[in-house]
């Protein structure tokens, strides 16, 4: 994992870059995306159902209970990495489905965490 300084609308962010089979994952505060080629556009799509690790670190908490409603916005897992905590929301309003970590997990740039259904 490397980190680079990214300029969107004249602000600066700093975010985790990682490349694995997939593609290269990019990870800032609360998300994280993949990028990869054209032929793997569909099977990404399927993964908007899931919260992902923003960057590697440790599951402080986890507030998401298998089989409860998330709103989008809701706090669903805490990640704590380089000193600093990471709420990671509900990308959408659905049914928690799958929570795929533990409390005190290390996890890696790009890990399902939690998966919702719609």
Same mark, same amino acid.
């Given at each position: 994992? *490397?980190? /680079?300084? !990214? *300029? !969107?609308?004249? /602000?600066?962010?700093?975010?985790?870059?990682?490349r694995?089979?997939?593609? $290269?994952w !990019?990870?800032?505060?609360?998300?994280?995306?993949?990028? *990869?080629?054209? *032929?793997r556009?569909?099977?990404?799509?399927?993964?908007?159902?899931?919260?992902?690790?923003?960057?590697?670190?440790?599951? $402080?908490? !986890?507030?998401a209970?298998?089989?409860?409603?998330?709103?989008?916005?809701?706090?669903?897992?805490?990640? /704590?990495?380089?000193?600093?905590?990471?709420?990671?929301?509900?990308?959408?309003?659905?049914?928690?489905? /799958?929570?795929?970590?533990?409390?005190?997990? @290390?996890?890696? @740039?790009?890990a399902?965490? $939690?998966? @919702?259904?719609?």
């Amino acid at each position: 994992m *490397s980190w /680079e300084v !990214i *300029s !969107i609308n004249g /602000e600066t962010h700093r975010v985790a870059v990682a490349r694995d089979r997939q593609g $290269v994952w !990019i990870g800032w505060p609360g998300r994280a995306a993949l990028f *990869s080629s054209e *032929s793997r556009v569909a099977a990404a799509m399927d993964q908007q159902d899931a919260v992902r690790a923003p960057m590697t670190g440790r599951v $402080v908490k !986890i507030l998401a209970e298998l089989g409860s409603q998330a709103e989008e916005g809701d706090v669903l897992v805490i990640l /704590e990495a380089m000193k600093m905590e990471y709420r990671l929301t509900a990308p959408h309003t659905g049914m928690v489905e /799958e929570v795929l970590c533990a409390e005190g997990d @290390l996890v890696d @740039l790009g890990a399902v965490l $939690v998966r @919702l259904a719609e």
